[in-house]
Nanobody, 124 residues
Framework: QVQLVESGGGLVEAGGSLRLSCTIS????????VGWFRQAPGKEREFVAT????????DYGDSVQGRFTISRDNALRTVYLQMNSLKPEDTAIYYC?????????????????WGQGTQVTVSP
């Protein structure tokens, strides 16, 4: 059974940067697309970014386009989310999720496995 573990969250001032990691373990399927989602208190889960297994295609939510970059190292089975120019409104729990679908997936329902989440807090 595939498992995902996020790391790298924390507290940062506005304008700062953080890099989140999502490490994949287990599972019999060798090719997972991975997405990042976030959820702030009282708000719905929001799509942030996704990357297909090969890394050849990525997609981003409108609110993070141009500030966040998703990448992956398949040898390490790790997906990264580099977050730059952070804003207080980026404060949320960030989740990574895995899908066996072969295209860039932006909807949460299409992801089969989720991590436990990591907190990102951006102070003004």
């Amino acid at each position: 059974q595939v498992q995902l573990v996020e790391s790298g969250g924390g507290l940062v001032e506005a304008g700062g940067s953080l890099r989140l990691s999502c490490t994949i373990s287990g599972g019999t399927h060798s090719r997972y697309g991975v997405g990042w989602f976030r959820q702030a208190p009282g708000k719905e889960r929001e799509f942030v970014a996704t990357i297909i297994w090969s890394g050849a295609h990525t997609d981003y939510g409108d609110s993070v386009q141009g500030r966040f970059t998703i990448s992956r190292d398949n040898a390490l089975r790790t997906v990264y989310l580099q977050m730059n120019s952070l804003k207080p409104e980026d404060t949320a729990i960030y989740y990574c999720a895995a899908t066996t679908r072969g295209w860039a997936v932006t909807t949460a329902i299409d992801y089969e496995t989720w991590g436990q989440g990591t907190q990102v807090t951006v102070s003004p």
